[in-house]
């Protein structure tokens, strides 16, 4: 069985930074895409940053310039440093990823649970 979970979110000020991490753990055989999702209340959930395998990139255009998405495959984590936040990055994030159990299997989306970042003053 495969779990995603994350750490790292919080209460910042506006203009604060915050780092969230999530690890992907239990059968897995391989890891193709690894990325962050947010939903605020009210709104459909967005892609707010993704990296491949390889370490390509792909960011909302509202984040781009403040927000930085790592990973590390050994560790099958991905990280997600956000700096300059704004009150309007106020959202449960998640962290997504497309995993493969076995070399015969399918790809699936896995997801973790959420976790809370708030920015207000």
């Known amino acids: 069985q495969v779990q995603l979970v994350e750490s790292g979110g919080g209460l910042v000020q506006p203009g604060g930074s915050l780092r969230l991490s999530c690890v992907a753990s239990?059968?897995?055989?391989?890891?193709?895409?690894m990325g962050w999702y947010r939903q605020a209340p009210g709104k459909q959930r967005e892609l707010v940053a993704a990296?491949?395998?390889?370490?390509?990139?792909n960011y909302a255009d509202s984040v781009k310039g403040r927000y930085t998405i790592s990973r590390d495959n050994a560790k099958n984590t991905v990280n997600l440093q956000m700096n300059s936040l704004k009150p309007e990055d106020t959202a449960v994030y998640y962290c997504?990823?497309?995993?493969?159990?076995?070399?015969?299997?399918?790809?699936?989306?896995?997801w973790g649970q959420g976790t809370q970042v708030t920015v207000s003053s």
């Open positions: 990296i491949n395998k390889g370490g390509g990139t």
């Open positions: 239990g059968s897995i055989f391989s890891i193709n895409v």
């Open positions: 997504n990823a497309q995993i493969r159990v076995t070399i015969v299997s399918p790809e699936r989306d896995y």
